[in-house]
């Protein structure tokens, strides 16, 4: 399984940006289908961008035009770039790798790194 650790989290007021990154482990992240999650406290964690080793992007309703995920496969690396972050993206956000094969798939996930946004 790939490994994955995420970094970038932090502090930052309402309207600031922040860059979150994702570093992987392994010689096939090019094959990779990745994604970032966030899970505020009592709820669901959801899908907030993903971006295919096609290079396919998509991204929750409540992030388009103020997010950007990107990847860097010859740094196995996958960016989500956060601007006009609003107190609502407060969260943990996970970093998630999905490769599949013959029918099955195989995820990975990060242990998170912490986003709040606060005045």
Known sequence: QVQ???SGGGLVQ????????????G????MYDMGWYRQAPGK???LVATITSGGTINYVDSV????TISR????????L???SLKSED???????ALFRVLGKSFASWGQGTQVTVSS
């Open 4 to 6: 994955l650790v995420e």
């Open 27 to 30: 010689t096939i992240f090019r």
């Open 64 to 67: 388009k035009g103020r997010f």
């Open 90 to 96: 407060t969260a943990l956000y996970y970093c998630n």
């Open 44 to 46: 669901e964690r959801e």
């Open 81 to 83: 770039q956060m601007n």
């Open 72 to 79: 860097d496969n010859a740094k196995n690396t996958v960016y």
């Open 14 to 25: 309402p309207g600031g940006s922040l860059r979150l990154s994702c570093a992987a482990s």
